[in-house]
């Protein structure tokens, strides 16, 4: 509860805010939490309390300082190495402050032994390392096969962990044939022995389906063995599908990254590679019950179909009967129809003979020789009576052209005067057209008379009048 600010002595015009406990070791907290967060640290346990509530206390210390750690039931029970007073550990911590006691105190959320840190950031590199090229791609996962008939298990030949794999197997699916694979899980000869097993398997002339790679949990160094970069490497290039089930739920290693599935415990991961056969034969019954009605109703409505069609079946005798008869009866009307046919056909002949005969070449020949015979004559006639008319028009016409003909003019005693080159020249209407001196000529009836003009006259229309 915040108390009235009052000015500071010697200060009477400075204004003071006055804090409770538990606002500065609030504030406190706060400030530490956001400014420091998680952090790692290393030191040697000391003050080790467990109460009833299953929390654990302690300190961390060094040669010069110690800090005050606390790790929760729900965090300390998956840390599986001894853990008590004397052991230099390696924590996984929030720092806070316990506001209570104002106590500056770190919240513990993993704890390994501190030999385990340098495995770790090696892990952590390589894990980089074999992430960039790809090997943990999503795509490069397989499927597990629905029904597999073999499985190979590659585990270690005295571990628990093989052995709840083989029971959940014989449970679920027991007429899997399983090849067991004994190998070493932990130590230097590990790796080598699995990557064998993995080769072993690939080999194999009846190849298993799928391979299910586990052990039991432990520290890190202790399944260091599935971190090594050759396992690794040999897991996600096999071409069998790899379920990897290495230690706890807890628990990973890069093999769980680089295989084709990832179980959390060695029995989740028969479970994954097989069909439970409790689901199956529940399955075949309802397949069972599902055939055997639909197989019931199509034998009905099979049988209503044949009933169906035996009522409509006939006697093969009255079949045969029916046919004879039906035979007879083409044949008369093929009879009749041939015979009509024919008939129309010697009627067609007859009529197309008569215009045949009707049509010959020879007395159309004749006929049109006639016909040529007249044509000849109406039109020799006609020519002669053209002609005729023609000549007299001709006379009537020279006749009439004689009586208007200038030389008929000429021979009253008429001249035509002229002046000019050509055989005629330019008549000579009017004495404007000439000119003393001029050579004119004048045509009369019986030739033509060269003169000139000594001089010329106008003659007045009234004279002429």
């Known amino acids: 509860m915040s108390r009235p600010q009052q000015p500071a002595l010697g200060h009477p015009r400075t204004e003071r805010r006055i804090r409770t406990v538990s606002e500065v070791n609030g504030a ?11 952090v790692w640290i290393e030191g040697e346990v000391s003050n080790f309390s467990r109460p009833a509530s299953g929390h654990w206390y302690f300190s961390l210390r060094d040669r ?73 791609a999503t795509d490069r996962k397989r499927p597990l096969p629905a029904f597999p008939r073999h499985l190979a298990l590659i585990s270690s030949p005295s571990g628990a962990a093989p ?45 298993p389906d799928a391979i299910i790679l586990t052990r039991g949990g432990g520290s890190l160094e202790d399944l260091w063995a599935f971190n090594t970069e050759a396992v690794v490497r040999r897991v996600a290039t096999t071409t069998i599908p790899v379920v990897s089930a290495v230690g706890h739920e807890t628990d990973v290693t890069l093999c769980d990254f680089a ?49 169906a069609t035996a009522r409509r079946l006939v006697h093969p005798g009255r079949s ?44 159309r020949i004749e006929g049109l020789a006639a016909q040529l015979q007249q044509v000849k004559q109406r039109l020799r006639t006609g020519m002669a009576r053209r002609l005729l008319d023609a000549t007299a028009r001709s006379e009537s016409i ?36 000439v000119t003393a001196g001029e050579r004119i000529r004048a045509h009369v009836a019986d030739g033509t008379i060269e003169a000139a003009v000594t001089g010329k006259e106008h003659r007045r229309v009234e004279e002429e009048t």
């Open 398 to 433: 020279a006749r009439g052209l004689h009586a208007v003909s200038p030389l008929q003019t000429l021979g009253r005693g008429y001249a035509i005067v002229a002046k000019g080159e050509g055989k005629w020249g330019s008549p000579v209407s009017s004495v404007e057209q």
């Open 28 to 38: 406190a907290r706060l400030l530490i939490e956001e400014k420091l967060g998680r």
């Open 64 to 136: 010069s300082a110690q800090i005050r750690c606390a790790m929760f039931a729900s965090r300390n029970r998956f840390v599986r190495a001894p853990f008590g007073n004397g052991i230099t550990v390696i924590v996984r911590a929030r720092l806070s402050v316990y506001e209570a006691r104002g106590e500056f105190q770190a919240i513990v959320e993993h704890v390994e032994p501190a030999g385990e840190g340098a495995l770790r950031a090696a892990l952590e590199r390589l894990k980089a390392s074999l992430a960039a090229e790809g090997l943990f």
């Open 259 to 307: 295989a084709d599935q990832r179980a959390a415990t060695p029995t989740a991961a028969a479970e994954l590679a097989t069909p439970d056969q409790g689901d199956l034969r529940r399955r075949f019954d309802r397949l069972e019950r599902t055939l055997g009605l639909q197989a019931s109703t199509r034998v009905r409505s099979h049988l209503q179909s044949l009933s």
């Open 320 to 363: 045969a009967e029916q046919w004879m008869q039906r035979t007879d009866e083409l044949t008369l009307r093929l009879q009749r129809g041939m015979t009509t046919r024919l008939a129309t056909a010697a009627t067609a002949i007859e009529h197309s003979t008569r215009l045949l005969q009707g049509a010959s070449p020879r007395q």
């Open 163 to 207: 052995r709840d794999v083989l029971a959940v197997l014989r449970r679920r699916f027991p007429c899997l044939r399983v090849t067991w694979f004994h190998v070493s899980v932990q130590g230097d000869e590990a790796p080598g022995q699995i990557i064998t097993a993995l080769d072993r398997a690939e080999r194999m002339r009846s190849r």
